[in-house]
């Protein structure tokens, strides 16, 4: 399960995704998530289904990856169904079974809102699977840089986001060499309920504790060894710069907020 995680995960290929402009894909992140939250009509998942199958495609994002990322949020997924299908009540009633009643607007409630994750995480997962944690970083720090009038620090808080999506899968990795080697001293993660098998994680805490404190303090030493002091006169070897393609990632978003918000409108 643990490998199943794709946040923070970069999948080196070249695509038209890839040589997109950080910002624009930061932009367009932002723009997807809230679309998402703006459909409130079952059907009109359709558009936002078929714009991020085609941003997998143009990505060329294996679609068996994209479906993983799903696994460890099932349990989430199964709980969010089931509390919108038995407890939310409406008009019109479809099954009853003794005191339990389904009613029709308490199942598309729970269909839009499992469908709001299964899309909020599949879509979001595109932006680290298509961006390097380094390129990452100066989009956010360009994105944030007007900020700096306010003394925002812009060029450490992109740091530290990209940092700790870069060690996400340096954590599940360690994680997951800590879980074989005390299986293989015998601890049983598989079997049991739910709350025997999170007891049996308490265990694998304390090494992977001190292991990201130990990472933590070797990253820290190697940026002090290169005399890292922030953002202040830092040069480029690469220089951000928008192009026509990004123009067009752009457009196909206004594209799906105008299929997303058309039938409301003309309602």
């Known amino acids: 399960m643990l490998r199943d995680i794709t946040l923070g995960q970069y999948y080196p290929v070249d695509s038209p995704v890839h040589r997109l402009d950080p ?30 199958a085609f941003a997998t495609w143009m990505a060329r994002l294996p679609a068996g990856m994209m479906l993983r990322s799903l696994r460890p949020m099932r349990v989430l997924l199964v709980i969010t169904f089931v509390l919108n299908l038995f407890f939310f009540s409406g008009a019109q009633e479809l099954v009853r079974i003794g005191s339990i009643v389904i009613w029709r607007e308490g199942l598309l409630n729970a269909l839009i809102f499992t469908f709001r994750l299964i899309f909020l995480v599949t879509g979001s997962s595109i932006l680290t699977l298509t961006t390097a ?29 990209t940092i700790a999506l870069r060690f996400i899968p340096t954590l599940i990795e360690e994680a997951d060499k800590i879980m074989k080697a005390q299986t293989a001293r015998g601890a049983d993660f598989e079997t049991g309920n739910l709350m025997a098998r999170a007891r049996a994680m308490i265990p694998l805490l304390v090494p992977l504790f001190i292991s990201a404190f130990r990472r933590a303090g070797d990253l820290a030493m190697a940026m002090e060894a290169r005399c890292y002091r922030g953002g ?8 951000l710069k928008y192009g026509r393609r990004d123009a067009l990632a752009l457009l196909s978003m206004l594209a799906l907020y105008l299929m997303i918000l058309l039938p409301g409108w003309l309602a």
């Open 232 to 239: 202040e006169g830092r040069t480029r070897l690469h220089q």
């Open 133 to 161: 944690p380094v390129t990452l970083t100066d989009g956010l720090e360009r994105l944030a840089s007007p900020l700096r009038i306010i003394r925002f620090p812009a060029h450490e808080m992109a740091m530290m986001m």
């Open 23 to 52: 910002r624009t894909k930061v932009i367009l992140t932002f723009l997807y998530i809230i679309a998402v939250f703006l459909v409130g009509n079952l059907w009109l998942y359709l558009p936002v289904a078929a714009y991020l």
